[in-house]
């Protein structure tokens, strides 16, 4: 069973910078997806960044251009580096993992990212 662990959440100022990283374990490190998801308080969970098979990235809107997605296949982990962080980035981050289409994947438990001005 697909384990994921996520760590580096925290608090942070805005205009700062974070970086998230998701431990994977309990299957090979082979995903047709792989990325981070958020959620605000009231809000839906959204997309934030993802490894898309092959290497594309996908990023939502709302972080296009500030955080990078990336991934090591050695360390088996899914990194999320945030920065230029600002108020709106606050919420629990969530790690995702998806084997193949039609399967709905794994979930981290989800990390705490605050930002204040």
């Known amino acids: 069973q697909v384990q994921l662990v996520e760590s580096g959440g925290g608090s942070a100022q805005a205009g700062g910078s974070l970086r998230l990283s998701c431990v994977v374990s309990?299957?090979?490190?082979?995903?047709?997806?792989m990325g981070w998801y958020r959620q605000a308080p009231g809000k839906e969970r959204e997309l934030v960044a993802s490894?898309?098979?092959?290497?594309?990235?996908k990023y939502g809107a709302a972080v296009r251009g500030r955080d990078t997605v990336s991934k090591d296949d050695t360390k088996k982990t899914i990194d999320l580096e945030m920065s230029n962080l600002q108020r709106e980035d606050t919420g629990v981050y969530f790690c995702?993992?998806?084997?193949?289409?039609?399967?709905?994947?794994?979930w981290g438990q989800g990390i705490q990212v605050t930002v204040s001005s």
């Open positions: 309990g299957s090979e490190f082979s995903f047709i997806t």
């Open positions: 995702h993992a998806r084997p193949n289409l039609g399967v709905a994947g794994s």
């Open positions: 490894i898309i098979r092959g290497g594309a990235r």
